[in-house]
């Protein structure tokens, strides 16, 4: 650049399978970009379709819509360069499942004209890496760069080129463009190599906790690798997979020479960021970088994203099952700030076990948040279906009497979580007009402590992808930095959890869950979240060195909630048991869950029914270890 350059990243909330819609929006950026005197405007990855939307790919119509959208905006683009990303279609070939070649692309257009790379095959540009982990499917519905050039035998170098406007020499990469760190090529350095005046990053970037830093880090260390000014630009709102909710919080931004952010989008809005980009040599003032995470993040997502899926399901009113508990009060106080006290319904359905103290914190969550609340017992209902089926003979071929139906401590158990949902929640919540939620956590998804039909049930498990310590420093954060008061009650946080289903769950006599935190939830989570995800095998490894609290990050000792290595396998096999089995059967009929963290339950965390499993080195260890096998 030999000139200063007036840049415009359009951070927009893009509406997963709405062309038009989307468009449209577009539109109106590139006019008032036009009108502000904004050289270049850029948008994000997917910015015309929407990324996340299923298979939706492989219908004709929907392609030549996307296609039709490409042409409207390139004739917009009269006196402006216009950086956006679609679908792009060679419609005489074919990728390898049959269907239309299709390209996750980034268009370039100028004066009404596309611009795409110089020594490319087509005018625009090419994802050229394509991610296949986590939510990730790109594989599945796109032709990349690296196999176009295996097809028609050139080297990926001379495809990946970068594009030339009237003024600029652009390096235009798409999102895991930049995250080449596991590749065997970089894009930056292939686009570098060729000499350009900014990099370009357009991107559909899910949130995830901590996220942020790292591509800061990635993105930082690009542009002062190459001592070019990189343009990174994502976009918001909620897109998801079915199974998996996930919200994109922007945080588009700008780099100069030296990998300093000059400046940055704020998360969860919907803005433009305009930025005069320096000459080279010549700095500007820089913003801070961004910080860790922290669980107002957490919260600022939960909030955004729970928003966002209402109205995509055009549910303008909520019932929320109260039991007085962590879970079910956070969900409420979540959903306070989101909804009118006159379409927030909480439901409290004392039972036979409710002890006083949690039918008070209950009715005391709901004059906190001064909305609406009923309370609806289930003791009579409980009593007559234990009466209309316990003792029921069984009648076997040829009407001979077999055995007796039995209702056992567990099924009476069962029994209320499913009065309380599939009865009562359920029937309230249509005659309120709206839906009612899953307050589930990560630690109950993981093990399935939770029952079928019952509290399984909701539209939406906005709380599931939090363990349950993150549930108690969310409650925390509602009361002191959200609402600046206690609206959750103190007695909810210091209360022991309990489903109060039993007698054996007795909070007044201290006892309550068999879940032991927080020791399950960092158990639970070597299972799920860390990227090298651990089994039984290491566990009892570093148990049997010692290196387990270490490993964990637990801050106890583990000696004090098992006095015994039969103790500790005893409870390590429970929960590995219920995690492969009855609790994977659960998450598949799971309502849809919201993603904040690394490998949410869903499309994220992919599972297959395969039974609890063991590797021969686990039965080694435990042999070892106890001194005999089952």
């Known amino acids: 650049m030999t000139t200063t350059v007036k840049l415009r990243l359009a951070q927009i909330e893009v509406l997963p399978g709405r062309p038009v819609d989307n468009t449209a929006t577009i539109l109106r950026c590139v006019e008032s970009a036009k009108n502000d005197g904004v050289d270049l405007v850029v948008f994000p990855e997917m910015a015309v379709p929407g990324y996340l939307i299923g298979d939706e790919w492989e219908r004709t119509s929907f392609l030549r819509e996307c296609e039709n959208c490409t042409e409207e905006i390139c004739a917009a683009s009269d006196g402006i360069v216009c950086i956006f990303g679609n679908v792009g279609i ?184 305009t930025v005069d980009l320096p000459a080279a040599g010549n700095g ?54 989101i909804m009118e006290p006159d379409n927030l319904l909480l439901v409290s359905m004392p039972g036979p076990f409710t002890s006083p103290i949690t039918r008070e914190l209950a009715a005391q969550l709901a004059i906190n948040l001064g909305c609406c609340y009923l309370e609806v017992p289930i003791d009579e209902s409980v009593a007559f279906t234990t009466r209309q089926i316990d003792g029921l003979t069984i009648k076997k071929a040829g009407g001979v009497d077999g055995p007796k139906i039995r209702l056992s401590e567990h099924v009476l158990e069962n029994m209320q979580a499913r009065d309380r949902s599939s009865r009562i929640l359920a029937a309230v919540s249509q005659a309120f007009g709206g839906v009612f939620t899953c307050n589930a956590n990560k630690a109950e998804a993981t093990v399935g402590y939770s029952t079928f039909y019952g509290d399984l049930c909701g539209f939406l498990a906005n709380l599931a992808d939090l363990w349950k310590g993150e549930i108690y420093e969310l409650a925390r954060h509602l009361n002191e930095k959200v609402y600046g008061r206690e609206v959750i009650p103190a007695g909810t946080i210091t209360l022991k959890p309990s489903a109060e289903l039993s007698p054996a769950q007795d909070i007044e006599k201290g006892l309550g869950d068999p879940l032991i935190y927080p020791y399950h939830d960092l158990l639970f989570k070597s299972w799920v979240e860390s990227w090298d995800r651990t089994t039984p095998e290491e566990i009892l490894e ?11 990050g637990y801050p106890g000792k583990l000696a004090d909630l098992f006095p015994s290595a039969n103790e500790f396998v005893a409870d390590l096999e429970r929960w590995w048991d219920l995690y492969q089995g009855l609790g994977l059967a659960k998450r598949i009929q799971a309502p849809p869950i919201l993603a904040v963290k690394r490998r949410a339950f869903g499309f994220d965390h992919r599972e297959s029914q395969m039974g609890s499993r063991y590797t021969r080195r686990y039965a080694e260890l435990k042999q070892q270890l106890l001194g005999r096998t089952d």
């Open 542 to 552: 570093w148990y049997s060195t010692g290196e387990l609290e270490q490993k964990l």
């Open 284 to 337: 500007a003032p820089t913003v801070a970088a961004p910080r860790k995470d922290s669980i107002a993040e957490l919260e600022a997502a939960i909030i955004y994203g729970t928003e966002r899926f209402l109205k995509l399901v055009a549910a303008e009113r909520v019932t929320i099952g109260i039991s007085g508990g962590i879970d079910s009060s956070v969900a409420a106080a979540i959903y306070g700030r």
């Open 90 to 273: 060679d419609w005489n070939k074919r990728n390898e499942d049959g269907r239309t070649r299709k390209y996750n692309a980034l268009f370039v257009a100028e004066n009404g004209k596309r611009v795409g790379p110089a020594s490319g095959p087509y005018d625009f540009v090419i994802k050229t890496l394509h991610p296949n982990y986590r939510e990730f499917d790109d594989s599945r519905h796109f032709f990349g760069l690296r196999h176009l050039a295996l097809e028609i035998g050139r080297p990926v170098s001379e495809l990946a080129v970068p594009v030339k406007t009237a003024r600029l020499s652009l390096g235009c990469m798409i999102c895991e463009d930049a995250w080449d760190a596991d590749y065997g090529l970089s894009p930056a350095d292939l686009l570098t190599q060729h000499g350009v005046d900014l990099l370009i990053n357009i991107s559909a970037s899910p949130f995830t906790f901590d996220k942020n830093d790292k591509r800061h880090r990635i993105l930082s260390g690009i542009a002062s690798k190459h001592k070019t000014c990189l343009a990174y630009v994502s976009h918001t709102g909620i897109q998801n997979n079915g199974k998996t909710v996930f919200t994109f919080d922007g945080s588009s931004c700008v780099y100069d020479q030296l990998g300093n952010r000059i400046a940055s989008a704020d998360r969860f809005a919907e803005t433009c960021l």
